[in-house]
T-cell receptor, first 113, second 117 residues
Framework: DTGVSQDPRHKITKRGQNVTFRCDPI?????LYWYRQTLGQGPEFLTY????????KSRLLSDRFSAERPKGSFSTLEIQRTEQGDSAMYLC???????????FGPGTRLTVT | AQKVTQAQTEISVVEKEDVTLDCVYE???????LFWYKQPPSGELVFLIR??????QNEISGRYSWNFQKSTSSFNFTITASQVVDSAVYFC??????????????FGKGTLLTVNP
């Protein structure tokens, strides 16, 4: 069990560009979450998947954001037309269906210049 | 709506001192879960403990202890004989017991703990 992995760990992009992040959850975990963490704040919920179904999206997830989990395994989070306000750490977490704990990946730090 | 408040933004102690991190929460749910996570400089959130709202027994794990008081909606975390490796940001989080299967976490803003040698 290698834990939750995220790629890339760091991304610097210019305003207006599109970016895509990947999350690979722990293999037997069918629940997957995306959170966003800005400087000096706690993580904020963005979206949730159960297997391949996206069951909840936060109001924080504007139309420029889209998340997928096509085969119920890895997930991608895409941000279109990035803005400076999108600069943050994007965290992925996963859990087993009957488990209480969410296990977090190392995050992808996005900087929009 | 759920809310978690960690009033202490930063705490600095000298190694071997005891330190308590405060957490106060708000929820309308009658049953819920509380969590503490540690975020070292590497950035990865590390799970420390989960507590059920219907179990008010305090818990000790090595140098860590947790004091859950439902009457004051508090779930405080104490590190005894702090060490430099304890330096990190600590987050308190809340999750409903039921009301859907998403079980998303609501986090506080975190407390930055610096343990100086």
């Amino acid at each position: 069990d290698t834990g939750v992995s995220q790629d890339p760990r760091h991304k610097i992009t210019k305003r207006g560009q599109n970016v895509t992040f990947r999350c690979d959850p722990i293999s037997e975990h069918n629940r997957l979450y995306w959170y966003r963490q800005t400087l000096g704040q706690g993580p904020e919920f963005l979206t949730y998947f159960q297997n391949e179904a996206q069951l909840e999206k936060s109001r924080l997830l504007s139309d420029r954001f889209s998340a997928e989990r096509p085969k119920g395994s890895f997930s991608t989070l895409e941000i279109q037309r990035t803005e400076q306000g999108d600069s943050a750490m994007y965290l992925c977490a996963s859990r087993e269906g009957n488990s209480y704990e969410q296990y977090f990946g190392p995050g992808t730090r996005l900087t929009v210049t | 709506a759920q809310k978690v408040t960690q009033a202490q933004t930063e705490i600095s102690v000298v190694e071997k001192e005891d330190v308590t991190l405060d957490c106060v929460y708000e929820t309308r749910d009658t049953t819920y879960y509380l969590f503490w996570y540690k975020q070292p400089p590497s950035g990865e959130l590390v799970f420390l403990i989960r507590r059920n709202s219907f179990d008010e027994q305090n818990e000790i794990s090595g140098r860590y202890s947790w004091n859950f008081q439902k009457s004051t909606s508090s779930f405080n975390f104490t590190i005894t004989a702090s060490q430099v490796v304890d330096s990190a940001v600590y987050f308190c989080a809340l999750r409903p017991h039921s009301g859907g299967s998403n079980y998303k976490l609501t986090f506080g803003k975190g407390t930055l703990l610096t343990v100086n040698p």
